[in-house]
């Protein structure tokens, strides 16, 4: 069974303390993972080693960081590279959210290098696509988000490419309480699951975990985690909520 994750986006949010509590409180909540399914905490580059000790002894959990830099090392201020990253014991990574390709203007191109570092580092990259809402109302988010997959990960070899998680995030949902409605979250995964098909076939594309992130919710995870080109969710406001983002971890399938 392909792999079933539920990714907690912390984003900037919580003090060191908040943060700690948040993962005591999770962890003494009962939850299990199944062989094929995981955890992922995406916390805030200050939190990683507090987080990674926190977890260190649990099955199938695993810390991420929320982003990093598409150099290798040198004088880039401010920025934090893969082998600071591998140093700490974290192969997870967040790339390219909406978020930093509005606010920071992250491209396809830039976000290809990423990926690339990811992988020549041995970590999974959380590769995260998807629409703003003018986009959607046009119609046209097909064309849209094949493009961010076709610019950012199409240059990768299948075996590379089955290293990569991807989250189908669209902007609309994204902390507007506006959730995709489960036929939305799954026609939009079945078809990149379909063009990863046509590009790297049937074999390679059926292995592929997809996300879905926006307004996920311990009230809507089980629905949406139930379609079948649904792979999890990439979670932010609920995932600061114990009993929430426990209640999505059990929604995996
Ligand atoms: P919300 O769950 O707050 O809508 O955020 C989704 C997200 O951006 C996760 O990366």
């Given amino acids: 069974m392909r792999?079933?994750?539920?990714?907690?986006?912390w984003k900037m949010n919580l003090t060191l303390e908040q943060g700690e509590k948040l993962l005591d409180d999770i962890i003494a909540k009962p939850h299990e993972l199944a062989e094929h399914q995981q955890a992922v905490f995406a916390v805030p580059?200050?939190?990683?080693?507090?987080a990674q000790q926190k977890i260190a002894s649990k099955q199938n959990v695993y810390i991420a960081a929320q982003?990093?830099?598409?150099k290798k090392s040198g004088a880039y201020t401010g920025e934090t590279s893969l082998e600071m990253l591998q140093s700490l014991g974290i192969s997870v990574v967040?790339?390219?959210?909406?978020?930093?390709?509005e606010y920071f203007n992250e491209n396809n191109q830039l976000l290809a290098e990423k990926v690339n570092i990811c992988l020549e580092y041995n970590a999974t990259p959380i590769f995260c696509c998807g629409e703003a809402l003018n986009i959607r109302e046009a119609g046209t988010q097909n064309a849209y988000v094949e493009k961010q997959l076709e610019e950012s990960l199409f240059h990768l070899s299948a075996e590379q490419l089955q290293k990569v998680v991807i989250a189908y995030e669209p902007i609309w949902a994204i902390?507007?309480?506006?959730?995709a409605s489960s036929g939305q979250a799954q026609e939009m995964h079945?078809?990149?699951r379909s063009m990863l098909a046509g590009k790297y076939g049937n074999d390679v594309a059926n292995n592929i975990t997809i996300l879905y992130g926006g307004s996920v919710k311990g009230s809507n995870a089980k629905e949406l985690f139930s379609q079948p080109d649904v792979d999890g969710g990439l979670v932010g406001g609920a995932s600061l909520n114990a009993d929430e983002f426990v209640t999505i971890i059990n929604s995996l399938k």
């Fill in 94 to 101: 967040v790339i390219g959210h909406s978020e930093r390709r």
């Fill in 67 to 70: 982003n990093c830099s598409n």
């Fill in 175 to 179: 902390g507007t309480g506006k959730t």
């Fill in 3 to 9: 792999k079933q994750i539920a990714a907690a986006n």
């Fill in 45 to 50: 580059f200050p939190y990683l080693t507090m």
């Fill in 190 to 192: 079945a078809h990149l």
